[in-house]
């Protein structure tokens, strides 16, 4: 009784809950067929698409285009020339000034000076250089300016002034130096107590003997050959106008390289060295006066060009 009260009791529940499962089973066929019923819709709606070609689907370009293939160049034979570098172009600049040219010059000192023809007091006197005054020098002979004097080649001593510039300036060969001058007289000679130079000679034909003077004071003497009576050694004063480490002479039946130590004193009269004899006290000469080559050399320092020379009997 109690079994078949509870097999009726839980009926109504077993019931309930087929309708449920058949319920849902019933709401998921109609959602389905709704489904399949609106998409079969949504298709008969769409128009149907017409033949047409087929589209190409285009390839989509680069950004960035790739360099274009270079030209492989054909070797060369010569060889290549090296890149240009590129250098600053330079910027103009304003040239220096010219220095002015450096001229040699001279002034005289607080005495003035005298202008003179050749480098000696023996030359004559051409002019005065007043104190303070200046000269351009063009040359150096010893211890002598030479300079240009009113278009003329002039001497000035350097110890009467003050050089600026000067320490260029060529020196003057002896070749170059001025002669004698035509118009100036032959003094007679005189005694050696009446001669007052700084240095000075002394030639005596009677003795064939040269003596070197200081002043008064006698520092050399010794013995040489003067002219042969066919050709004399002249007699007077003279000075000394040019001096030749070397010189040749010639005349009508001589001729004679590289004669040493040769100081003329009047026209192609001089004092020289020899080596073709050794007799010395007798006349040898054309007219000069012939000396020992040791004694020609001492000579040749002792005395200057303008040095006094006083030949006698």
Not at 240 to 256: P, S, V
Not at 268 to 277: A, C, L, Q, R, Y
């Amino acid at each position: 009784m109690n079994e078949q009260h509870n097999a009726q009791s839980n009926l109504p529940r077993t019931r309930g809950v087929l309708t449920l499962l058949l319920t849902i089973g019933a709401a998921f066929l109609v959602l389905a067929l709704a489904m399949r019923v609106g998409s079969g819709l949504v298709a008969l709606a769409e128009p149907e698409p017409a033949d047409a070609a087929p589209v190409e689907t285009a390839t989509a370009m680069p950004t960035e285009l790739p360099p274009p293939p270079t030209a492989t160049a054909p070797p060369r034979t010569s060889t290549p020339m090296p890149a240009a570098t590129m250098e600053p172009t330079p910027v103009p600049t304003e040239p220096p000034p010219t220095p002015a040219p450096v001229i040699p010059r001279l002034v005289a000192g607080a005495g003035g000076v005298n202008i003179r023809r050749g480098p000696s007091t023996g030359y004559e006197k051409l002019g005065f250089l007043d104190p303070g005054a200046g000269a351009p020098v063009t040359g150096r002979y010893g211890d002598w300016w030479r300079i240009d004097y009113e278009g003329e080649v002039a001497y000035i001593s350097g110890d009467w002034v003050i050089a600026f510039d000067a320490d260029a300036v060529p020196e003057v060969l002896a070749s170059e130096l001025p002669g004698p001058s035509i118009t100036q007289p032959i003094f007679e000679p005189a005694p050696t107590w009446a001669i007052d130079e700084e240095r000075w000679i002394d030639v005596d034909l009677s003795e064939q003997r040269v003596t070197a003077y200081e002043r008064q004071t006698p520092v050399q003497s010794y013995l040489v050959s003067t002219g042969l009576p066919a050709t004399p050694t002249p007699v007077g004063q003279f000075r000394i106008w040019i001096k030749l480490r070397y010189d040749d002479m010639a005349g009508a039946d001589y001729y004679l390289e590289d004669v040493p130590f040769v100081m003329y004193f009047w026209q192609g009269f001089g004092f020289h060295g020899v080596w073709w004899h050794a007799n010395w006290g007798h006349p040898m000469s054309h007219g000069c006066i012939n000396q020992p080559n040791d004694m020609a050399e001492w000579l040749f320092n002792f005395a200057e060009v303008g040095t006094l020379v006083n030949i006698h009997e």
